[in-house]
């Protein structure tokens, strides 16, 4: 339950809300204890730390700190009264100012790297030659990786999957690959993919854009989903917490295909 104030003191207090997803505070930058501290701010109006980090449930040793984050970024103010500090949430209307500087910041940060994009990738290069092999750990590193595929193949290009399916559906990841192949067939990538037998008929429907499809037998069916393209072997396992091993090795992807194109004339369309 959140009970916001409706101005100073005297006021009286307005039941806001009684459920409230604080997902996008934590999203657009504050951690818990800044949410924490905030929002039980909100609820006292001036208060002095004392009881602020007891409303707010975080030890005294840290208020100050989370009190000095919140300041500079502009969404708590403060006053002395005597010797002693009282600080006061600013009005919930400066979240947005806070993500507007935000977007303007990482727009500067976003033409810094683009900049710096050509010289890092030589770095990358150089740093390549001395390891073929990458652990991608997480849903988002994982399909991090089909992302860069996508940027490094050219229009009219193609590559292959072995295995495609969505495991133990970790979250986000059907949406993901909805989106993954609508922006592969707008670049016009061309895909053949081996697909699990259980995926039939529930494929994504932008997978079928530019691209050539068969079904594996139901006996061979795993959570394991194996990409090739160029010098590259991605090996995925979509279970809830996915992870992914990257092989850049010409002589590895060669065996995979070879391994593809055995398969692909016992699958069915």
Same mark, same amino acid.
Do not use: C
């Given at each position: 339950m959140?009970i916001?104030p409706?101005?100073?003191?005297n006021y009286?207090y307005?039941?806001a809300?009684t459920?409230?997803?604080l997902?996008a ?9 800044e %949410?924490?501290?905030y929002l ?7 208060s002095k730390?004392g009881l602020?980090a007891?409303?707010a449930g975080?030890?005294s040793?840290k208020?100050y700190?989370?009190l000095d984050r919140?300041?500079?970024k502009?969404l708590v103010?403060?006053v002395?009264?005597?010797k002693?500090?009282?600080?006061? /949430?600013l ?6 100012d806070?993500?507007? @500087?935000? @977007?303007? !910041?990482?727009g500067?940060s976003?033409e810094m %790297?683009?900049?710096m994009l ?6 990358r %290069?150089?740093a390549?030659?001395?390891s073929e092999a990458t %652990? ?8 991090n990786?089909?992302r ?5 193949l ?7 999957v072995?295995?495609?399916?969505y495991?133990?559906v970790?979250?986000g990841l059907?949406a ?6 609508l922006? !592969?067939?707008?670049?016009r990538?061309?895909?053949?993919m081996l697909?699990?037998f259980?995926v039939?008929?529930?494929l994504e429907t932008n997978?079928?854009?530019?691209s050539?499809i068969?079904?594996?037998?139901q006996?061979l069916i795993?959570?394991m989903?194996i990409?090739?393209y160029r010098?590259?072997?991605?090996i995925a396992?979509?279970t !809830?917490?996915?992870?992914?091993f ?11 295909? /070879? ?8 699958a069915k369309?």
């Amino acid at each position: 339950m959140i009970i916001v104030p409706l101005g100073g003191r005297n006021y009286k207090y307005l039941l806001a809300y009684t459920v409230m997803d604080l997902t996008a505070l934590n999203e657009m930058g504050l951690t818990s204890g800044e %949410v924490k501290v905030y929002l039980a701010l909100l609820r006292l109006g001036s208060s002095k730390t004392g009881l602020l980090a007891s409303k707010a449930g975080v030890s005294s040793s840290k208020v100050y700190k989370i009190l000095d984050r919140l300041e500079k970024k502009g969404l708590v103010g403060h006053v002395l009264k005597g010797k002693v500090k009282n600080f006061n /949430a600013l009005q919930p209307a400066r979240l947005l100012d806070y993500l507007d @500087e935000e @977007e303007e !910041r990482l727009g500067r940060s976003r033409e810094m %790297v683009e900049k710096m994009l050509p010289q890092l990738e030589k770095e990358r %290069v150089s740093a390549g030659s001395r390891s073929e092999a990458t %652990v991608y750990d997480g849903l988002k590193a994982v399909t991090n990786f089909f992302r860069n595929m996508i940027d490094e193949l050219n229009p009219g290009d193609e590559y292959h999957v072995i295995g495609a399916g969505y495991g133990d559906v970790a979250p986000g990841l059907r949406a993901f690959f909805q989106a993954h192949h609508l922006r !592969r067939s707008k670049k016009r990538i061309k895909l053949k993919m081996l697909a699990n037998f259980d995926v039939k008929g529930k494929l994504e429907t932008n997978t079928r854009f530019h691209s050539e499809i068969r079904y594996l037998p139901q006996y061979l069916i795993t959570n394991m989903e194996i990409v090739l393209y160029r010098d590259k072997a991605f090996i995925a396992i979509f279970t !809830r917490d996915p992870k992914g091993f990257l092989i850049e090795s010409e002589e590895a992807v060669r065996s995979f295909e /070879a391994y593809f194109r055995a398969l692909w004339k016992i699958a069915k369309p």
